[in-house]
């Protein structure tokens, strides 16, 4: 009877091994995350890198769309409209981030809602020219609401306009990488620029295997991952390793519709909070974990931080 553990763990553990990992690959701010570049170019440059990359690893990706972004001097851009064509052109979609990324913890509801419905002025009419319907919505900072009210009050008004909330799992700071990278390559130091996407892809690598963790711990096995990054040109340049690194780790690409399509994504969430939080952390939270879900964190060395700072 002694080998019936040692049974159960080799049984447990080929379950693990023969489980299919999927992560969708979703896009925040897009057209493009500029950090005030001169660069007139950047942007298209950011598109056509991104989407180079989607295509080379069959990613189904979906960008979330800030339509300001759009406009200049407010009227909208051909060349920046063009950059929306790009993305459904090549089979990826897209979705809601409002029209400003205004920050629900701050300002009134009433404004908030109306950026949303602002925010697929140009989408939504986009969207149905390839034979799409615009229903994705990614919250700003990932605040959803901070008590129940703000929290019900803006998921009825989501549902009441056709949207689906898109949670995030993989949570990161990836803004701050983005930025010092940036601030390398103004300052013509590719040295250092290399050095902090070197950086990065180990910072993204421990994050993965953070939130594997603590999938395991709130649902039992590694849920199908939802990566939120945003449309910089550090990601534009270094998706492809991105990409090797989840392939690595025996990922495939998955829509950001079959990733939704998971019944982990249906649990019910009954904890608030004004932070932004990964959905598995909120499911945790919800099971009575508190904060402990959280105790675990891989921080952003602090080279990096203040690099980004300059």
Same mark, same amino acid.
């Given at each position: 009877? &002694?080998?019936?553990?040692?049974?159960?763990?080799?049984?447990?553990?080929?379950? #693990?091994?023969?489980?299919? &990992?999927?992560?969708?690959?979703?896009?925040?701010? +897009?057209?493009? +995350?500029?950090?005030?570049? =001169?660069?007139?170019?950047?942007? &298209?440059?950011?598109?056509?890198?991104?989407?180079?990359?989607?295509?080379?690893?069959?990613?189904?990706?979906?960008?979330? +769309?800030?339509? &300001?972004?759009?406009?200049?001097?407010?009227?909208?851009?051909?060349?920046?409209?063009?950059?929306?064509?790009?993305?459904?052109?090549?089979?990826?979609?897209?979705?809601?981030?409002?029209?400003?990324?205004?920050?629900?913890?701050?300002?009134?509801?009433?404004?908030?809602?109306?950026?949303?419905?602002?925010?697929?002025?140009?989408?939504?009419?986009?969207?149905?020219?390839?034979?799409?319907?615009?229903?994705?919505?990614?919250?700003?900072?990932?605040?959803?609401?901070?008590?129940?009210?703000?929290?019900?009050?803006?998921?009825?008004?989501?549902?009441?306009?056709?949207?689906?909330?898109?949670?995030?799992?993989?949570?990161?700071?990836?803004?701050?990488?983005?930025? #010092?990278?940036?601030?390398?390559?103004?300052?013509?130091?590719?040295?250092?620029?290399?050095?902090?996407?070197?950086?990065?892809?180990?910072?993204?690598?421990?994050?993965?295997?953070?939130?594997?963790?603590?999938?395991?711990?709130?649902?039992? =096995?590694?849920?199908?991952?939802?990566?939120?990054?945003?449309?910089?040109?550090?990601?534009?340049?270094?998706?492809?390793?991105?990409?090797?690194?989840?392939?690595?780790?025996?990922?495939?690409? +998955?829509?950001?519709?079959?990733?939704?399509?998971?019944?982990?994504?249906?649990?019910?969430?009954?904890?608030?909070?004004?932070?932004?939080?990964?959905?598995?952390?909120?499911?945790?939270?919800?099971?009575?974990?508190?904060?402990?879900?959280?105790?675990?964190?891989?921080?952003?060395?602090?080279?990096?931080?203040?690099? #980004?700072?300059?």
């Amino acid at each position: 009877m &002694k080998t019936l553990p040692l049974l159960l763990i080799l049984f447990s553990t080929a379950l #693990a091994i023969g489980q299919e &990992k999927k992560i969708c690959i979703s896009i925040d701010d +897009v057209p493009a +995350v500029k950090y005030n570049s =001169k660069n007139r170019n950047l942007d &298209k440059e950011i598109t056509l890198k991104l989407i180079k990359t989607f295509k080379e690893y069959s990613i189904p990706a979906i960008g979330f +769309v800030n339509e &300001k972004k759009l406009y200049k001097k407010g009227k909208l851009d051909s060349t920046k409209l063009e950059l929306l064509h790009l993305w459904l052109k090549n089979g990826c979609d897209l979705g809601n981030h409002t029209y400003s990324h205004f920050d629900y913890n701050n300002v009134p509801e009433s404004d908030y809602f109306k950026d949303i419905i602002d925010g697929q002025e140009v989408t939504k009419p986009l969207l149905n020219e390839y034979g799409k319907t615009i229903k994705y919505f990614r919250h700003p900072y990932l605040h959803t609401g901070s008590d129940s009210l703000k929290a019900i009050k803006l998921q009825e008004f989501l549902s009441e306009n056709g949207y689906t909330s898109c949670p995030v799992t993989i949570d990161n700071d990836d803004y701050l990488f983005a930025k #010092a990278y940036h601030i390398a390559l103004t300052k013509n130091d590719n040295s250092m620029a290399a050095t902090i996407a070197e950086n990065y892809i180990d910072y993204m690598e421990k994050i993965l295997l953070l939130f594997e963790r603590k999938s395991t711990e709130v649902f039992g =096995k590694n849920i199908a991952q939802s990566l939120l990054i945003h449309a910089s040109l550090l990601n534009a340049d270094y998706l492809d390793e991105l990409a090797m690194l989840y392939k690595k780790h025996g990922y495939t690409f +998955v829509s950001q519709e079959e990733v939704l399509n998971q019944k982990e994504y249906a649990t019910e969430i009954n904890t608030y909070s004004s932070r932004g939080l990964s959905w598995i952390y909120r499911r945790g939270m919800s099971l009575g974990k508190g904060d402990d879900i959280m105790s675990e964190s891989i921080d952003v060395p602090d080279a990096i931080i203040q690099y #980004a700072k300059e």
